[in-house]
């Protein structure tokens, strides 16, 4: 199992972007942070009240966004991206076809990628 921590700009928003879009189950949410699950993942979402979202020793503040994501596995890419653009998902990119593999970003509310991923 793997834990990844996202910092976003509204938790409410972020969860239900997560849940309502990508189909993950909240595991525990308060109004700074919440836990969600989506099979051996499981995603942290910390809002600007929570402990990781505070200042570093020189000065920086932690924000969203950037390169860095997770890739969710998909058994149909075309129809995934097609049901996620009805729903008003924003995708960074078009699908990209590499060996075989084919691949697509979107951004959550906060502007933290992520990567899906269906295999060759």
């Known amino acids: 199992m793997s834990t990844v921590r996202y910092i976003v700009d509204d938790v409410a928003d972020s969860v239900d972007f ?8 909240v595991e525990m949410q308060v ?3 919440a836990s969600l699950v989506h099979g051996d993942l499981t995603l942290w979402l910390a809002g600007p009240r929570a402990s990781a979202s505070r200042p570093m020793l020189d000065g920086a503040v932690p924000s969203p966004g950037g390169w860095s994501r997770f890739v969710l596995i998909v058994d149909d890419l075309q129809a995934l991206v097609s049901k996620l653009t009805e729903d008003g998902v924003v995708f960074k ?10 691949q697509i970003l979107c951004a959550d509310p906060s502007g933290n990628v992520i990567e899906f991923q269906q295999p060759a």
């Open 93 to 102: 990119n078009d699908i990209v076809e590499n060996q075989g593999r084919r």
């Open 31 to 33: 109004p700074a942070f």
């Open 18 to 25: 997560y849940v309502s879009k990508l189909g993950f189950e």
